[in-house]
């Protein structure tokens, strides 16, 4: 089991940057891949951003140059730094974890959710 609570979220003016977090507790030590995914009203919800156990980033092209998401291990917890908002980036952003080896046998597809933190940018 791990929880994931996200932080961070209000109300910006576009182009003003926010940092997003989500402490991430319980089975750490089982915790991979991380992400942002993000849903707008009226939209389905999409991946953001991904990033590995060792750093590896993985962008939407949507944020990419904007955005960036970095992780600390050592205290849990993952960040979304967001740069230069766009009215378009309003939405409910959600932290996903993957679930793996040794709380789950290899090759097992098992990942966690926030609750979510709201984004709503002003024009």
């Known amino acids: 089991q791990i929880d994931l609570v996200e932080s961070g979220g209000g109300l910006v003016q576009a182009g003003g940057s926010l940092r997003l977090s989500c402490a991430a507790s319980?089975?750490?030590?089982?915790?991979?891949?991380m992400g942002w995914y993000r849903q707008a009203p009226d939209k389905e919800r999409e991946l953001v951003a991904t990033i590995t156990s060792g750093g590896s980033a993985n962008y939407a092209d949507s944020v990419k140059g904007r955005f960036t998401i970095s992780r600390d291990n050592d205290k849990n917890t993952l960040y979304l730094q967001m740069n230069s908002l766009k009215p378009e980036d309003t939405a409910v952003y959600y932290c996903n974890s993957d679930y793996v080896p040794p709380c789950v046998p290899e090759s097992y597809d098992m990942n966690y959710w926030g609750k979510g933190t709201l984004v709503t940018v002003s024009s």
């Open positions: 319980g089975d750490t030590m089982c915790i991979g891949t």
